[in-house]
């Protein structure tokens, strides 16, 4: 397996897509796992910045007549010493076809040239034997005579449980099989009912017949621009073992990826959404073209969100977020031309939404969940199994609660939305709402510069105003009503403030905003040192 790629620069953390590795390219053996037969099969991946592609082995035909490779058939001449030269597993007991398990170096089977680990035996001597058990093959082959006719074909998708080998054909061995059973080899290497007890010339390939080689094959590629990777089943909370599947934007699917080792699994994981984020990335740069300064889009990517089902029952779907200018977008599918962020299911004001990370997954195995650094509060039931959730609060209550496959993305979608909401603060400059107390309809505006302001809807006369720093507690009672605890800078005394809003929750999280965007002008270090991902993102 090779892995290449450039080693990250120190300043990466410092920008929106700090927090990725630099694209990977790289090839290795995994199992292509069939949920329906729940078998797996060996198949080679091969990465590059754009493309992962799926090859399976076959063989093929090299030089000579233009035979086809899917049925070849071969004349064995059994040797006094060393009998076929090969060995078989499988049988139609388990559902498989028998295979040619083993190759012994020099004896029958190799000098033909035409034989190969994972040949199918489909027919021996005129007699098909595609739906026969493994020890009917075994006894037809050790007495079908000194010459045995047989045709193959190679079987691309042979299930893991017969642990065939990928290499060359392996050493001479002695086994032998005495009762034979379909997952071991059965050695036809021996001599079997021999007629003729004088040597007979060795099989070799004929001067004009076709060669063949065992290649790998590229049977499917997916484009990396827009996919998504899930390691869950469908909907689920149940994560597949050191597996997941690769979902390419038009739908294709690599089927479920399986991989040896959990280590195996997470290089691939990384590897594969460090290439889907630089293309985002790219993505997001020719987007921002057609777009105003103050219309960028900051971050965007797939998420699933775990829907509440009538049932109460826990699912989850893929959803494609973006922050871009004012909004946070969500998506059933990613926008792909200008016209399509009109489509998008929801969109948000980036100054009334609350970004809040619950669980994130640390080395020592323990759940860490957390608030962020001004905590407005709010329980969720959090049974579910997946490490790197957060929600996003929106108006009138309301919430989203998204997860991501990795540490790393959740760290980027924390930063984004940090850095979405302060330059939206920054540009908006203020954010006015209408209230009401004791029957008098006012206005409330929270304003970057002046801080808190309330004024007489109608005569415009201000009632009171005072600094964010003067902002010393809030309650509220859920609905809408809200109580705002101010300092007088004069008497030092607290003064409290109440008012009524249509939708409270949309103006808690404007509050919010407006004073970490101003506590990040004055002391961006603090608000980075609040940063739960990213701590966990360093400390790994």
């Known amino acids: 397996m090779s892995v290449a790629g450039k080693q990250p620069a120190p300043a990466a953390l410092e920008r929106p897509g700090s927090l990725l590795v630099p694209t990977w390219t790289k090839t290795g053996i995994a199992l292509l796992y069939d949920e329906v037969s729940e078998n797996a099969y060996d198949i080679r991946l091969k990465l590059t910045k754009e493309v992962l592609t799926i090859q399976k082995q076959d063989v093929v035909c090299v030089s000579g007549s233009d035979h086809s490779a899917n049925h070849r058939t071969v004349t064995l001449r059994r040797q006094p010493v060393g009998g076929l030269g090969l060995s078989i597993k499988g049988g139609a007991e388990h559902k498989v076809p028998v295979v040619i398990s083993k190759i012994f170096k020099d004896q029958a089977a190799e000098q033909t040239g035409m034989l190969f680990i994972g040949d199918a035996i489909i027919q021996v001597n005129g007699i098909n034997v595609e739906s026969a058990t493994h020890e009917e093959v075994v006894h037809l082959l050790r007495n079908a005579g000194d010459e045995v006719t047989i045709t193959v074909q190679y079987l691309r998708e042979a299930p893991s449980f017969l642990k065939l080998p990928l290499g060359s054909p392996g050493p001479p061995s002695d086994h032998s099989s005495g009762t034979s059973s379909p997952l071991f080899d059965s050695g036809l290497h021996l001599n079997g009912n021999s007629t003729n007890t004088a040597p007979s010339s060795p099989s070799s390939p004929i001067a004009n017949e076709p060669k063949y080689e065992k290649r790998w094959l590229d049977t499917l590629s997916v484009p990396l621009s827009m996919a998504r990777i899930s390691r869950y089943k469908t909907g689920t909370d149940k994560l597949r073992s050191n597996a997941f599947e690769v979902l390419a934007l038009d739908g294709v699917s690599t089927g479920i990826l399986q991989f040896y080792t959990a280590q195996e699994s997470a290089d691939w994981l990384r590897a594969m959404s460090t290439n889907i984020s630089d293309l985002t990335l790219q993505n997001m740069k020719m987007a921002n073209k057609c777009c105003s300064s103050s219309d960028q889009v900051i971050h965007m990517g797939w998420v699933n969100e775990r829907l509440e089902g009538t049932d109460s029952s826990q699912l989850y779907k893929f959803k494609f ?71 996003v609060l929106v108006g009138h209550g309301k919430s989203h609660y998204f997860n991501v496959e990795l540490g790393s993305e959740l760290a980027m979608w924390e930063k984004s939305f940090q850095r979405a909401i302060f330059l939206e603060v920054q540009r908006t400059g203020s954010k006015t709402y209408m209230c009401s107390w004791q029957g008098d309809t006012l206005c409330f505006t929270v304003d970057f510069a002046l801080g808190f302001t309330c004024f007489d809807s109608k005569t415009k006369n201000v009632l009171w105003r005072f600094k964010f720093s003067q902002l010393k507690g809030s309650s509220d009672d859920g609905k809408t009503r809200v109580k705002l605890l101010f300092q007088n800078l004069d008497t030092k005394q607290i003064e409290t403030k109440e008012l009524e809003f249509q939708d409270l929750t949309a103006v808690l999280h404007c509050i919010h905003s407006f004073i970490a965007a101003k506590v990040a002008s004055v002391d961006p270090v603090f608000i980075d040192s609040q940063s739960i991902a990213r701590r966990y993102m360093y400390s790994n």
């Open 321 to 391: 977020l973006a922050l871009k200018g004012s909004s946070f977008y969500i998506f059933s599918t990613p926008p792909v031309s200008t016209l399509d962020w009109v489509r998008a299911e929801k969109i948000y004001n980036l100054c009334e939404v609350l970004f809040k990370i619950h669980k994130l997954w640390l080395a020592d195995d323990c759940w860490l969940q957390a608030n962020l650094y001004l905590g407005i509060h709010q329980d969720f039931d959090l049974e579910d199994q997946r490490p790197y959730c957060f929600s």
